[in-house]
Nanobody
Framework: QVQLVESGGRLVQTGGSLRLSCAASGRTFSVYAMGWFRQAPGKEREFVASIGSSYNTYDADSVKGRFTISRVNLKNTVYLQMNSLKPEDTAVYHC???????????????WGQGTQVTVSS
């Protein structure tokens, strides 16, 4: 229902940093809670981080202290600052609208191209 385009992924060495961006469409962007998910080859998609309409955040234990989600409503954009990257962070990263009742679940089962993050070991 909401058009989302991710960007910023690239090859980076262990310990490096990267910032992902998610550009969204819609006049009511600020109303939605937004989140980042990732999927590695052969694995299920997993929750990474989310941010609510009131700027409250929730992080997966695996990225806590390393990743920071943020949003700039005037730009209709959600960011994911990734620091101290590890090889296990390698995955395709997707952004999505978050379910109002669950900060770890996407509202819609609709995924775009995502952006590839590869962390070399």
């Amino acid at each position: 229902q909401v058009q989302l385009v991710e960007s910023g992924g690239r090859l980076v060495q262990t310990g490096g940093s990267l910032r992902l961006s998610c550009a969204a469409s819609g006049r009511t962007f600020s109303v939605y809670a937004m989140g980042w998910f990732r999927q590695a080859p052969g694995k299920e998609r997993e929750f990474v981080a989310s941010i609510g309409s009131s700027y409250n955040t929730y992080d997966a234990d695996s990225v806590k202290g390393r990743f920071t989600i943020s949003r700039v409503n005037l730009k209709n954009t959600v960011y994911l600052q990734m620091n101290s990257l590890k090889p296990e962070d390698t995955a395709v990263y997707h952004c999505a609208v978050i379910n109002w009742s669950s900060p770890r679940q996407a509202l819609f089962d609709s995924w775009g191209q995502g952006t590839q993050v590869t962390v070399s070991s």
